[in-house]
């Protein structure tokens, strides 16, 4: 019982450590796995992605960032897709939630384009005073055929803090 006290009582500290992390001039370097059935959209049954970021504290809490991604539908006859995008968060520095907005170009191989702006709602939660694990909720709404390739899910992401000197 002492034991799991400690680590609740150690994981609620590194919470509140996190306010440092997100200060003006940190550089976010980052990358996420989503899909694994943890997303819905109206033609996928199966579908894995990744995502890689980096990004920049353009002031204390708001961070904007580029981003690129790949995407695999197990849907046969769909086609993979990939993206290149720009973003920004939001921390809230008493507990580590953040709130994001983006806008990606995607580009699937059968000659296919849309533009997909998303919203998300995350966690960072800290490993160490650089280095997190960020589990997102997400949506992101297509311009081309909204019941078809918009989509909500669940995103688990990993970042490092770093100030850029």
Do not use: W
């Not at 990358?31 to 694994?36: N, Y």
């Not at 897709?81 to 806008?103: D, K, M």
């Not at 005073?129 to 918009?150: L, N």
């Amino acid at each position: 019982m002492k034991k799991k006290i400690t680590v609740i009582i150690s994981a609620l500290l590194l919470t509140l450590s996190a306010s440092a992390q997100f200060e003006k001039d940190k550089v976010y370097i980052g990358s996420s796995l989503t899909g694994l059935n943890l997303s819905y959209s109206g033609l996928e049954k199966f579908s894995i992605g990744a995502q890689g970021q980096v990004g920049y504290f353009v002031a204390q809490d708001l961070m904007l960032y580029a981003q690129a991604g790949y995407h695999h539908s197990g849907v046969e006859g769909a086609s993979d897709e990939v993206s290149v995008g720009v973003g920004g968060r939001y921390y809230i520095e008493q507990n580590g939630i953040f709130l994001g907005a983006n806008c990606n170009l995607v580009h699937a191989y059968h000659n296919y384009n849309d533009v997909r702006p998303g919203v998300e709602v995350g966690y960072a939660f800290f490993l160490s005073r650089t280095v997190t694990i960020e589990p997102a909720i997400y949506y992101v709404q297509s311009f081309k055929k909204h019941s078809d390739y918009s989509s909500v899910g669940l995103k688990v992401g990993f970042g490092i803090y770093l100030f850029n000197n």
